[in-house]
């Protein structure tokens, strides 16, 4: 898995992003909300999201994890307790803080078995980190094999008090966090071996419906009219992507991943695991009810008996749920029609094929295996932290070859990804690429091929703490 060593290079090129609070006036209705220094405790807990018992793997006891909310320019110091006690499930973990860069902090990024050891039954482990420059959109997740979707997965926002867009919302607080999971009636133990499980429902800020089930509680989001929302949706997915949209109301994307864009009025967003948006809703319709969709790609995925949505209520609609009828989107999102609003400027001869280092990287999908030039990854056998501990010296002696790409410090870097025998929105395809525009800004997507350019900084030596 070349991405380790190439990822750790990327985090090198970092601008500044923007994000905001506008509103601190938490509706009591939302779950607490944790500040950066602050404590995560990892239980099981019997749940039902979605009308149906399960026990479940939680941060806190509750599902989505309680929002973490700083300042940009916070220093995090967020204690994880592993108080798991279900023996059905993993009784290890790891929560990784997805999209911040960990510059000269990797062993606060959570990742088990590469940057740290897992945290064992009882134990826990302090996580202090910094996130200088970085604003916007985030959340945190298990990582530990394929815990969080058992439920330990929760957003993170850090508030930008300088935003350039403040003047786009009125309203930017816990209850404009929208969380988009998908849900299953299968523990991640079993459904780790289950290539292709469907999901047995999707949630919308931990409420949903499944097919056949009981008319459970949806999430309700409550707006006044006449006010401007900054909605900020994170798919928190395990695997499917979800096509977003709120019936009688376009949306206008103001932030990917982190990154503030040039606004952009959609009316449907595809959304996939991993991906945050943050999107500027008026409420500027009549006072009612609306539907909230957010359908998944998975089989026969349907609105039917109000699974895969949400309610948008208007202060003053009746408590029912909404009549309101979906009509096919005219104004998809297309993502190449994203541009930042800051742009950072490819390092280097702004010409294809002149960086200090040019690299080609296919990736391809034989019998639902991948590999990227040829090479498919295989975890190696002592796991990386261990390999570093006993003395590994150099990055390529960490995975079997051909997985790890060793580049020179201080030069800069053109990656090439082209991709043969897998669609262009193959969910997996596109994390892989989500994995890297969410670590640099002002990437380029072509539907069959991206081409990045970063600089490389030093980051040569291994050695254990
Ligand atoms: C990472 O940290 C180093 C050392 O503090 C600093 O020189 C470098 O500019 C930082 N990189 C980024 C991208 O912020
Ligand atoms: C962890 O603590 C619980 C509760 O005190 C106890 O039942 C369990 O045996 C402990 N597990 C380990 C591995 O020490
Ligand atoms: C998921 O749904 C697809 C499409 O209907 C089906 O082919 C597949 O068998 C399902 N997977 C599982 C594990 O049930
Ligand atoms: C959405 O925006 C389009 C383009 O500006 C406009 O024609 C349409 O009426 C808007 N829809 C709603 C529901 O406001
Ligand atoms: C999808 O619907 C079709 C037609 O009703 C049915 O045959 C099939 O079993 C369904 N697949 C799943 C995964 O529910
Ligand atoms: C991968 O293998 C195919 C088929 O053997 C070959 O045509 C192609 O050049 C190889 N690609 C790389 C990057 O080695
Ligand atoms: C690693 O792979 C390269 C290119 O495929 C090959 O030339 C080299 O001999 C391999 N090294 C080892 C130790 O297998």
Redesign the pocket.
Known sequence: MFILVLIASIISLINAAAIVSRSQSYPSSQPAVLGPKTRLTIGNKVIAPDGFERSATLVDGVFPGPLIAAQKGDDFAIEVVNELQDESMFMSTSVHWHGLYQNGTNYADGASSVTQCPIAQNHSSLHTFSAPNQAGTYWYHSHYSVQYCDGLRGPLVIYDPHDPLAHMYDIDDASTVVTLSDWYHTVATVLRYVIGH?ASSSLINGLGRY?GGPMSALAVITVEQGKRYRMRLISMSCDPNFQFSIDGHNLTVIEADGELTEPLLVDQLQIFAGQRYSVVLAADKPVDNYWIRNLPN???ASYEGGTNSAILRYKGAPEVEPATVNTAPTNSLAETNLHTLINPGAPGIPEYGKADINLNLEVSVVDGIFYVNNVTFKPPTVPVLLQILSGAQEPSQLLSNGSVIVLEANKVVELTFSTTGLGALHPRWKNFIDRLTTEWNGYTIYVSYIVFRIITQSMTNLSPL
């Open positions: 469907n097919d998975t089989a026969n």
